[in-house]
């Protein structure tokens, strides 16, 4: 897109057009701002620290239900209705902070299978937690559960979210 107005603002130039030649110009910068800005937010994002892992147990701070990570948002990325309605904007830490997708313990809640969480919202277990935890898609997204009770996720969602594989090996209780 750029190089296209650049050509044109050659043309114009060349046809010592100086008033298009001038909106092009104006045009081009704002152009190379706006990707410049684009750019820097990308890198913001990509080094963005999570609190919690893919596949790492959770309970809500609020409703009280445990969850398992299945996805992450460096910033919410619902709707702005969507946002209104859940009151985001009264978050501590608001829209911009981890927002995570976390699938819900159908014994705790069978109407509620994936929620979107703010980060604050989340605490983590004090230590292993390997207690009961149901959910249709556990076998889809997750290989099974390491040694601390959290799931080691497939693949693909390692993939999706540029998240390295964790797993806390089985604790030897014979040693």
Known sequence: MIRLRWANLQKAVEAENYALAAELRDEINKLEAESLAASANALVYENIQYAFRL???GRHK???YSGVICGMDPVCCISSSLRESACIDKLTRGSN???YQVLVDVHVDPD???AYVPEENLLAPDGPNKGRFDHPYLSFLFYGMDGAGDYIPIKQLREKYN???????PIDEDA
């Open 55 to 57: 596949g790492q147990k």
């Open 62 to 64: 609020v409703f009280v």
């Open 97 to 99: 902070h981890p927002f």
């Open 112 to 114: 509620l299978l994936v």
């Open 163 to 169: 998240r390295p594989r964790h797993e806390v090996p």
